[in-house]
């Protein structure tokens, strides 16, 4: 069975630092993409940033670039998101989901809130 | 980076069909075949429906069914059931490696 486990997610003051993980289980992790897709409070899908399945490739959203980083393990099956400059806009459950053009499996996600 | 567009709420009676529409650009929609269509119960990951604009996934049912006409997606649901009530979003890939979502839509079973 396909899994995605995310975590990591928690309370952070603006301009801190998280690092966010997603253990995959199930399916051969090296060999696909996965991507990260947030949710802020009541709002709808943002897809925010996505990495090949060597880890040579990464691109993000506009939102995001420059402050978060998008890395993978695939000895530990384990895709990471470092977030820093934290703003409170980027408050919202953190999805990892995995696929090329579209995403087939998902986590349940972590939150993040930033807050003072 | 914009938002696809789509409708805030769309609503049916149980066995109707509806459409979801969700209208890109040239940049994203209509200029690539790579569509896809998630639900979200509430509290719930999203769920994938439809992909490269009308593919089902194994196990979504063929009440399900997506299309596409120059900047604009849509998906239809017929026979609409109680369980479909849900969150739709729309995806499409927008080039340099990037991708949009819709805003999403509500859908709700009178």
């Known amino acids: 069975e396909v899994q995605l486990v995310e975590s990591g997610g928690g309370l952070v003051q603006p301009g801190g630092s998280l690092r966010l993980s997603c253990a995959a289980s199930g399916f051969t992790f090296s060999s696909y993409w996965i991507h990260w897709v947030r949710q802020a409070p009541g709002k709808g899908l943002v897809w925010v940033s996505r990495?090949?399945?060597?880890?040579?490739?990464?691109s993000y959203a506009d939102s995001v670039k420059g402050r978060f980083t998008i890395s993978r393990d695939n000895a530990k099956n384990t895709l990471y998101l470092q977030m820093n400059s934290l703003r409170a806009e980027d408050t919202a459950v953190y999805y990892c989901t995995r696929g090329d053009w579209h995403f087939d499996y998902w986590g349940q996600g972590t939150l993040v809130t930033v807050s003072s | 980076q914009s938002a696809l567009t789509q409708p805030a709420s769309v609503s049916g009676s149980p066995g109707q069909s509806i459409t979801i529409s969700c209208t890109g650009t040239?940049?994203?929609?209509?200029?690539?075949?790579?569509v896809s269509w998630y639900q979200q119960h509430p509290g719930k990951a999203p769920k994938l429906m439809i992909y490269e604009g009308s593919k089902r996934p194994s196990g979504v049912s063929n009440r399900f069914s997506g299309s596409k006409s120059g900047n604009t997606a849509s998906l239809t649901i017929s026979g609409l059931q109680a369980e479909d009530e849900a969150d739709y979003y729309c995806c499409s890939y927008a080039g340099n490696n990037t991708w949009v979502f819709g805003g999403g839509t509500k859908l709700t079973v009178l």
């Open positions: 990495i090949n399945s060597d880890g040579s490739g990464t």
């Open positions: 040239s940049s994203d929609v209509g200029s690539y075949n790579l």
